[in-house]
């Protein structure tokens, strides 16, 4: 299976000031149709995950461009912009490029 | 709006079975699979599998073979889990989600206890 190694575990961070995030993966996420299989999810305290980006750098519906995502075909940096007040939770990287999906293990964004 | 509704929370003993619902509405039940997800307290996201929600087609990761068994009911646009002889370690939360993790339910919270 793909391990994904997220980096760090926790992040404090003051409203307003930026957030970043790593993931590492044991595998290359480039699918042979070029798509890089790497997605980003929030999970709010209570709540169930929300799909942040999609395809290494792509936002997904209704989250705002405060979020953005780049990377390699193995390294890849999740960045919080003017960190709010609602961006407090547990950030999960994943993959899709093959079975069986595997997420990271998560790091608890808090706010100072 | 697409919506993934799960059931309520159960609380059961073990060796006892557990049905878990995931009813679909805002989409074509049929266009979409229907991923499962376990999550243990504090723990990370673990796949356990999928249903192809056109052909009934399952697939279930390696740990997750034997007593969980996906089903559907596709005329009222939901998926199913189901977790016989439950054991101590089946405690968690389970999250049903579409195809592309897209969309995901509110979790259902097992709990298992004697």
């Known amino acids: 299976d793909i391990v994904l190694t997220q980096a760090p575990l926790s992040v404090s961070v003051t409203p307003g000031e930026s957030a970043s995030i790593s993931c590492r993966s044991s595998?290359?996420?480039?699918?042979?149709?070029?798509?890089?299989?790497l997605y980003w999810y929030l999970q709010r305290p209570g709540k169930s995950p929300q799909l942040l980006i999609y395809?290494?750098?792509n936002l997904a519906s209704g989250v705002p461009d405060r979020f953005s995502s780049s990377g390699s075909e193995t390294d890849f940096t999740l960045k919080i912009s003017k960190v709010e007040t609602e961006d407090v939770g547990v950030y999960y990287c994943?993959?899709?490029?093959?079975?069986?999906?595997?997420f990271g293990a998560g790091t608890k964004l808090e706010l100072k | 709006q697409i919506q993934l509704v799960q059931s309520g929370p159960e609380v059961k003993k073990p060796g006892e079975s557990v049905k878990i619902s995931c009813k679909a509405s805002?989409?074509?039940?049929?266009?979409?699979?229907m991923q499962w997800l376990k999550q243990a307290q504090g723990k990370s996201l673990k796949w356990m599998g999928w249903?192809?929600?056109?052909?009934?087609?399952?697939t279930y990761a390696a740990d997750f073979t034997g007593r969980f068994v996906f089903s559907l009911e596709t005329s009222a646009s939901t998926a199913y889990l189901q977790i016989t002889n439950l054991k101590n370690e089946d405690m968690a939360t389970y999250f049903c989600?579409?195809?592309?993790?897209?969309?995901w339910g509110q979790g259902v919270m097992v709990t298992v206890s004697s």
């Open positions: 595998k290359s996420l480039l699918s042979s149709k070029g798509i890089t299989s």
């Open positions: 994943g993959h899709r490029l093959e079975y069986p999906p595997t």
């Open positions: 989600a579409r195809d592309y993790f897209d969309y």
């Open positions: 249903i192809n929600t056109n052909t009934g087609k399952t």
């Open positions: 805002g989409y074509t039940f049929t266009q979409a699979g």
């Open positions: 395809q290494m750098s």
